[in-house]
């Protein structure tokens, strides 16, 4: 079982940025990649951006070249870098983790970019 915790979601203008991060605690190596989803007021989760543990990254085409996503091993952190925020990037961000063929999910922090 692997625990996890978003934080740095918040308020934030068209245009600015934001930081998230993810604390990864309990068995945490058997994780295999982390990363991203994202759910909109009224939408469908959707997947953003995802990091296996050689760091190789992948994102959904509507952020690539504005957001990164990183990820600390020796911290059991994943991270998630927001650039150039746009008022459809309004969600609940969910960090993940994926292990042995089951998904781990944070409760979700919340981003909300105004225009």
């Known amino acids: 079982q692997v625990q996890l915790v978003e934080s740095g979601g918040g308020l934030v203008q068209a245009g600015g940025s934001l930081r998230l991060s993810c604390a990864a605690s309990?068995?945490?190596?058997?994780?295999?990649?982390m990363g991203w989803y994202r759910q909109a007021p009224g939408k469908q989760r959707e997947w953003v951006a995802g990091?296996?543990?050689?760091?190789?990254?992948n994102y959904v085409d509507s952020v690539k070249g504005r957001f990164t996503t990183a990820r600390d091993n020796a911290k059991n952190t994943v991270y998630l870098r927001m650039d150039s925020l746009k008022p459809e990037d309004t969600a609940v961000y969910y960090c993940y983790a994926h292990m042995n063929g089951a998904y781990s999910w944070g409760k979700g922090t919340l981003v909300t970019v105004s225009s």
């Open positions: 990091i296996a543990a050689d760091g190789t990254a």
């Open positions: 309990g068995s945490i190596f058997s994780i295999n990649t």
